[in-house]
C-alpha cells in the first residue's frame, strides 16, 4: 500500500481548499487598521486604532508555495509590472523551501504602501510574515513599510510617500545614499552641459 500523502503534498478537496482559505481570511484580518483610499498610491492600509511600537498588528498571508514556483511568480509579476506598471512586491522568501505569493484578495496586508520613512516593518517570526510597529503609529496614519528595491531602474519607481525623508524614488533604505550620489552626479552632468 502507498504512504498517506500529507496534506501540504496533495491536491485539497474543495471543502479542505475553502477552510483553508476561511482560516488564511481570519489570520490576516486585523482590529487595528482597514483599507482605505491612500494619497500616496490607490487604496492603502490605515490606522483605525492607535498601536504600539514594536506591536504586530497584522499578519502578510497569502498561498504557500515552493521556492522554484516562487522564483517564476517573482518573475511573472516582475515582467507584468514592466508592461502595466502592477505592483511585483508580493513574494516573500520563508524557507529554504518555501515561499509565499500574498497576491491574494484575502490578503489586505498587500495593500500597504511604501515609504522612506516607514512606520513599520515586514517581518518573519517562524513560518509567518508580520507586519510590526516600529514606532507608535495613531489613527489615521497611513501604514508604510519600505519595500526594500534595489538601486537598479530606480527611475521606474517614483516615490510618492510624502514624508520629509523621501528620495524621490521607491528604493531600500540600504541604497539611500548610493542614490543620493547618483543623482548628484547626474546633477552634475545636466549642469555642465548648460
Ligand atoms: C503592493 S501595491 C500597494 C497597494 C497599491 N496602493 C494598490 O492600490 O494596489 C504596490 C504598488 O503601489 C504603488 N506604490 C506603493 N507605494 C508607493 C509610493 N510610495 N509611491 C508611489 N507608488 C507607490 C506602486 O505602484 C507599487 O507597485
Ligand atoms: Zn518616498
Redesign the pocket.
Known sequence: MGKKKRKSERKLSKSEERRRIEKLTKRGKSKSVEVRG?E?????VYCIKPIKAEQYFIEYVGNRIGKNEGEKRAWDQFEK?EKT?A???YIFNLTKKWDLDGDVEWNPA??????CDPNSEAIQDGKRIHLQALRDIGVDEEITFDYGFDIECYEDH????GSGKCVGY?VGRDFHDQLAERLAAKEEETSGAK
Request: proline share 5%; hydrophobic share 30%; charged share 15%.
Open positions: 491612500s500616496i498610491h490607490g487604496r492603502g509590472h506598471g505592483a511585483a512586491v498587500r495593500l500597504i504602501n511604501h515609504s517614483p516615490c510618492r510617500c521607491i
